[in-house]
T-cell receptor, first 111, second 119 residues
């Protein structure tokens, strides 16, 4: 079946540090991959997506590359800010546009 | 532009009481609609999805039900709440897909969620 595994948090970084949140997936076929962000008390917002192998999704300084050979979609940012503190979810799409989510990774950025 | 509204934002209900959460989408037609639940400290679990009026599919057996009385309205209900129903409920929509067999790839757009506490 389809599944998504994310590194467990919380991840605590100082401002301007480099961020990596690991995400690996198991799927039949070639799913699209997504990163969503959830700020405290809010719903999820799409951060970036990639629809095929070697695609790189990017937004707001975040990047992730669809790696078919390693079945990974790691999220990276070169310099995090306090405002990036949130929970990040990796997800893959199934037929019918249903998403399978990872467990989420809480990021805390300290000034 | 498309918007999704979900209410109430927070709800505290006693065990055994009924539940009705409502979600509406504006600015699009024939959307796919979804209800997810996020339990404390856990990821998101798909509860129900709908590809059209009156068409509801359940992902997991549970104490909840869903209905879609209108094209852009999706309701989550329970006749008798359990303690385990506590959580953060998220409604979402995506552009129409013709069937379960169609390819995924469109992102989901989420509402701001309802935090339900069953006491």
């Amino acid at each position: 079946g389809n599944s998504v595994t994310q590194m467990e948090g919380p991840v605590t970084l100082s401002e301007e540090a480099f961020l990596t949140i690991n995400c690996t997936y198991t799927a039949t076929g070639y799913p699209s991959l997504f990163w969503y962000v959830q700020y405290p008390g809010e719903g999820l917002q799409l951060l970036l997506k990639a629809t095929k192998a070697d695609d790189k999704g990017s937004n707001k300084g975040f990047e992730a590359t669809y790696r078919k050979e390693t079945t990974s979609f790691h999220l990276e940012k070169g310099s995090v800010q306090v405002s990036d503190s949130a929970v990040y979810f990796c997800a893959l799409s199934r037929p019918g546009n249903m998403l399978t989510f990872g467990g989420g990774t809480r990021l805390m950025v300290k000034p | 532009s498309q918007t999704i509204h979900q209410w109430p934002a927070t709800l505290v209900q006693p065990v055994g009481s009924p539940l009705s959460l409502e979600c509406t989408v504006e600015g699009t037609s024939n959307p796919n609609l979804y209800w997810y639940r996020q339990a404390a400290g856990r990821g998101l679990q798909l509860l129900f999805y709908s590809v059209g009026i009156g068409q509801i599919s359940s992902e997991v057996p549970q104490n909840l039900s869903a209905s879609r009385p209108q094209d852009r309205q999706f309701i989550l209900s329970s006749k008798k709440l359990l303690l385990s129903d506590s959580g953060f409920y998220l409604c979402a929509w995506s552009p129409m897909s013709l069937s379960r067999g169609s390819l995924g790839g469109s992102p989901l757009h989420f509402g701001n969620g309802t935090r339900l506490t069953v006491t």
